[in-house]
């Protein structure tokens, strides 16, 4: 089965649209901060980079001298559907994708990529004009799958966990730039047949949030 992987050449690219985003959030003078309620919806993009790893459980066939592993910085994304009440709160489903191939001084020649769906709940700190900060908490399920060259794959579903922080500028009230940070870890999935896995990672995200208002 093929995914995408992480791809370096790519990085470039990405980090010109996040320079750029910070530039704007930095440079644009947007309307103030609305506390309208309704619904909403955000689409990201990330650089994740992700803790060593410690495999346990290894099988005998997969042939490694140092069971603590690093992953290669990987692109992501993250999509989510949310509603804002009036209160400062909101809450959201997510969908996320992060994954990298494993670190090429390992004794490992793959990857591993996670799917995530989270519900999110996220605190707006209303306190500025131009913009607004904020945190939030999620808890969901992710779906993890390990692909080994001359192995094949393997896949296992955990509980998931993250925390977001980051600024909220709004353009108009319809649309808002997101710029963030959030830390992503999981339960330890176990690759049948391969080995149990550690699981987490730092993300820095940019992206664009619409609001559905009248």
Aim: one cysteine or more; aromatic letters at 14%; glycine letters at 10%.
């Amino acid at each position: 089965m093929n995914h995408p992987k992480s791809k370096l050449g790519l990085k470039p690219t990405f980090c010109k649209i996040l320079v750029f985003a910070i530039a704007s959030l930095l440079l644009a003078v947007p309307a103030h901060a609305s506390n309208e309620a309704g619904p909403y919806f955000t689409l990201t993009g990330s650089i994740d980079t992700f803790e060593d790893t410690t495999l346990t459980n290894v099988d005998p066939s997969i042939s490694v001298t140092d069971t603590k592993i690093g992953q290669e910085t990987g692109l992501g994304f993250n999509h989510s559907i949310g509603y804002q009440f009036k209160n400062s709160f909101s809450t959201e489903l997510e969908f996320s994708y992060k994954g990298g191939q494993f670190d090429s001084n390992s004794d490992l020649d793959g990857d591993m990529t996670t799917k995530s769906f989270l519900v999110n709940g996220m605190y707006s700190f209303n306190i500025r004009e131009f913009y607004t900060p904020y945190v939030g908490y999620g808890i969901g399920f992710a779906f993890h799958e390990a692909t080994i060259k001359n192995k094949g794959d393997d896949g296992n579903t955990t509980l998931a966990y993250q925390l977001k922080v980051g600024v909220d500028m709004e353009f108009s009230r319809k649309l808002s730039l997101l710029l963030g940070y959030r830390y992503f870890t999981t339960n330890n999935p176990d690759f049948n047949g391969y080995f149990t896995a550690e699981s987490s990672s730092h993300g820095i995200e940019a992206g664009v949030k619409f609001h559905f208002l009248n």
